[in-house]
Each structure stands twice: as structure tokens, then as C-alpha cells.
């Protein structure tokens, strides 16, 4: 079965370096998200892009972070200058179009800032 | 915006024994998935249901729209199924999903 791919699994880093959390989504979709879970939280929607354009994004998602989709199968999260709080898991996701488009996630990336 | 809760927040069970978990939402939703993550932190997608029933296997899950709740069941539970599981709604139309708090269960050998 198709599954959406994530690098590094853990990613550790030092407060104010730029991280780059890389996704490879399910070949044939066309919408990517990506979401976040501060350990022992819920899970929170960071943004979501389509036609390589962020399509809605969150509160979170401010001017330290950015999305690309570089080319036909990646697609990346940036943090340019980290801070303590950003430490997390990053889940990407991937769906179909369509009405019946569940949408699957990747492993995580575990982010640790110190 | 929506709210969804999950009850119980804590659940411990004996292998074997079935279990009830339910996610409660405050509005009308396009879109709901039910999820587990497992002790690595991995989230599986167990049932994408906005409404009706569905089973697979051991599992099964129902959402009732109109009441604004969905229910996911869990029979002869074994150890594996142990991990915290969250529903996860969109009342958008653009899947960007708000996750509830979770239901963490241990099942015990």
C-alpha cells in the first residue's frame, strides 16, 4: 500500500539554526498538509497547499515558517529560526481530490530545539 | 470554532474485553477520520466515516451527523491496540481536520 514517506525521523537543533522537515506524499495526490504535536498534546493543523500554493494556514503559521513542494515529489516545511517552543512532532499528510478523500499521514518527524 | 471532545480520556482493559469510545463535536462536520497512534507516535488512519458505519476486522465505527457524535468500537482487544486514539473533524469542506483531545488506552495482558 502507498505511504507517505517523512526525513529525518528526529531532528535535533540548536535555537535560531533554520530546520527543513522533507515529506514525499502519496504519489498521485494533489492536496499536502502538514500538522503538529507538541509531546502529550492534540494534534494541530499547520497548513495545508495544493497546485503549489498554501491553500489555508493557521494561527501558528507564521513568517518562520514556509512551505515548498521544490519538485514532483517532495514537499517541505522550513523553520527558519527555531525557538524552544517549536519542539514537536511534524506530521505530514496527503489525500486524493475528491468527496471520498481520506487523508493519510507519514511517520512524524521529531523536532527537539535546544 | 468546533470544539471535539473525546470521552473517556483514559481507558485500561483486559485482553479480550470490547470498549466503546466516543468523539463529540459542537457543529455539523464534511469530513471525520478516526485515527490510532501508536507507542512510536506513528498515526494510522483506522476509518474515514462522516457518516454511517463501517467495519474492519475488530474494529468498527459509527457517526450519527445529525447528533453530532461519533462512536468507534474495539472488540476482543489485544495488546497492540494499546496507544491513544483521536478522532478528527472538518466542518470547512477544505479537510484541514481539528484533532479532539484523545482517548489513551492500555490494554493489559
Known amino acids: 500500500e502507498p505511504e507517505v514517506t517523512q526525513t529525518p525521523s528526529h531532528q535535533v537543533t540548536q535555537m535560531g539554526q533554520e530546520v527543513i522537515l522533507r515529506c514525499v506524499p502519496i504519489?498521485?495526490?494533489?492536496?499536502f498538509y502538514w500538522y503538529r504535536q507538541i509531546l502529550g498534546q492534540k494534534v494541530e493543523f499547520l497548513v495545508s497547499?495544493?497546485?503549489?500554493?498554501?491553500?489555508?494556514k493557521s494561527e501558528i503559521f507564521d513568517d518562520q515558517f514556509s512551505v515548498e513542494r521544490p519538485d514532483g515529489s517532495n514537499f517541505t516545511l522550513k523553520i527558519r529560526s527555531t525557538k524552544l517552543e517549536d519542539s514537536a512532532m511534524y506530521f505530514c499528510?496527503?489525500?486524493?481530490?475528491?468527496?471520498?478523500?481520506?487523508?493519510?499521514f507519514g511517520p512524524g518527524t521529531r523536532l527537539t530545539v535546544t | 470554532g468546533i470544539q471535539v471532545e473525546q470521552s473517556p480520556p483514559d481507558l485500561i482493559l483486559q485482553e479480550g474485553a470490547n470498549s466503546t469510545l466516543r468523539c463529540n463535536f459542537s457543529?455539523?462536520?464534511?469530513?471525520l477520520q478516526w485515527f490510532h497512534q501508536n507507542p512510536w507516535g506513528q498515526l494510522i488512519n483506522l476509518f474515514y466515516i462522516p457518516s454511517g458505519t463501517k467495519q474492519n476486522g475488530r474494529l468498527s465505527a459509527t457517526t450519527v451527523a445529525t447528533e453530532r457524535y461519533s462512536l468507534l468500537y474495539i472488540s476482543s482487544s489485544q495488546t497492540t491496540d494499546s496507544g491513544v486514539y483521536f478522532c478528527?473533524?472538518?466542518?470547512?469542506?477544505?479537510?484541514?481536520?481539528?484533532f479532539g483531545t484523545g482517548t489513551r488506552l492500555k490494554v493489559l495482558a
Open positions: 478528527a473533524v472538518d466542518n470547512s469542506g477544505t479537510y484541514k481536520y481539528i
Open positions: 497547499f495544493y497546485n503549489n500554493e498554501i491553500s489555508e
Open positions: 499528510a496527503s489525500r486524493n481530490p475528491g468527496p471520498a478523500g481520506v487523508q493519510y
Open positions: 457543529d455539523s462536520v464534511n469530513n
Open positions: 504519489s498521485n495526490h494533489l492536496y
